[in-house]
């Protein structure tokens, strides 16, 4: 099973950007699905962003389409996270997470994935 490290999160002002990284440990990770997900005080878990083994498929919550892009090098066992135009409400702890059996039907479903990293802070101010 992969270990994921996340880095990247800081204080940004609306309108600008940050990327995040999650390196994984391990062999295998250019066989798992990857995923991004947030958790905001006293909000639940969600989902942002996921990418196939492949990279060939990317899912995104509907929010986030056109502020947000995900992408990995499986050569770096690194998957990242590129965010712009950063709005106040979108801070958050962000967690990458992965997943042996990401689908289509499933990407968004945090219990679907199989490890997690301990999540970085992103703090945007207005």
């Known amino acids: 099973q992969v270990q994921l490290v996340e880095s990247g999160g800081g204080l940004v002002q609306a309108g600008g950007s940050l990327r995040l990284s999650c390196a994984a440990s391990?062999?295998?990770?250019?066989?798992?699905?990857m995923g991004w997900f947030r958790q905001a005080p006293g909000k639940e878990r969600e989902f942002v962003a996921a990418?196939?083994?492949?990279?060939?498929?990317?899912y995104y919550q509907d929010s986030m389409k056109g502020r947000f892009t995900i992408s990995r090098d499986n050569a770096k066992n690194t998957v990242y996270l590129q965010m712009n135009s950063l709005k106040p409400e979108d801070t958050a702890v962000y967690y990458c997470?992965?997943?042996?059996?990401?689908?289509?039907?499933?990407?968004?479903?945090?219990?679907?994935?199989?490890?997690w990293g301990q999540g970085t802070q992103v703090t945007v101010s207005s």
């Open positions: 997470a992965a997943s042996r059996s990401l689908s289509s039907t499933r990407y968004y479903i945090a219990s679907w994935y199989d490890a």
């Open positions: 391990g062999r295998t990770f250019s066989s798992y699905g």
């Open positions: 990418i196939s083994w492949s990279a060939t498929t990317t």
